[in-house]
């Protein structure tokens, strides 16, 4: 038994960029320090709801697990794992799709833009949201770290824990998310639009494993205005401002003790500061990523570990559930 659960997951899709690091990671890492329990998973089940080549994906999870670590996940701290290497996740989410209504699902904010993207959409695609209900409450996760746009998704969890409770006995807690304070990132190129591992243009996205040659060139090419003057004001003068909310969510200062350093020098030069501060940032977190990823044994070793600590976690709850049901 528990009191209190974190849980959260994310898709295998490779090294993650700046925006996932300052937005959910960072986060990530410090929950293991405020709960006895946490939890991070790899949902890989959820990734191949969009086409995926097996080497590629096969890659992209010991990435991520690379990644993760080198952030700060710490395997003795949480349970650190891979999702598909837990039937449960499976199991429990078509008992909760059996549950669920279609016009629930339709208008979810995952579904109205990747099947319209696509103009068609598969089953799983438009399932996803029941999935991940089902990988919260498989481990009667209390605390949901999630960002805005996962909101709508976290209140499917939330119902579907009532109506299972209403159906079958008061089981699952209503789980409630921990939302992120830190504002978005904005791409680099086009800061009316969040940083993002899928935009197409060079340059506008920092990932963790960019060197400091990289970051430097990507900084010193990121888009401003036409004042010089260095300022705050994300409205009317967002590239400059994207700037400085990375400047002070890298360094940990203040927006007013940025801007006031910063105070005298153009937006080139103070390119150059923000540079600065996101390779001593990142650079440890690059090599550290390096490091681990020549030793694809242990991260495998790994990720048998934290499915086997998942699976002893899961299976009592399946169990319970599956009496409730009458199987
Ligand atoms: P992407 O937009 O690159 O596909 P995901 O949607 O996979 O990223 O997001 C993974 C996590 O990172 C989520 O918690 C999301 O809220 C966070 N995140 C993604 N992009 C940003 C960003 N630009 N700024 C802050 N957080 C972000
Ligand atoms: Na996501």
Redo the contacts with the bound molecule.
Sequence with gaps: THDERVFSG??P?GV??L??Y???LESWVALQGTFSSVMYSIVDLHSITQTQDPQILRENILDMVASLLACGINPTRSILFQQSQVSQHAELSWILGCLTSMPRLRHLPQWKMKSKQKNEGSVGLYTYPVLQAADILLYKSTHV??????IQHLELAQDLARIFNNQYGEFFPEPCALL?S?R???SLRDPST?????DPQRLATVFLTDTPDDIVLKIRRAVTDFNSNVTYEPESRPGVSNLVSVHVAVSGQSVEEVVRLADGLDTGQYKNVVAEAVVQKLEPIRQEIQRLRADRGYLESLLAEGAEKARCLAAPVMMEVRKRVGF
């Design positions: 994310i898709q899709t993650p960029h925006g996932n300052l937005g959910a770290p999630v960002g805005e746009d996962q992120s830190t978005k990132v904005k969040k940083m993002s591992k899928s």
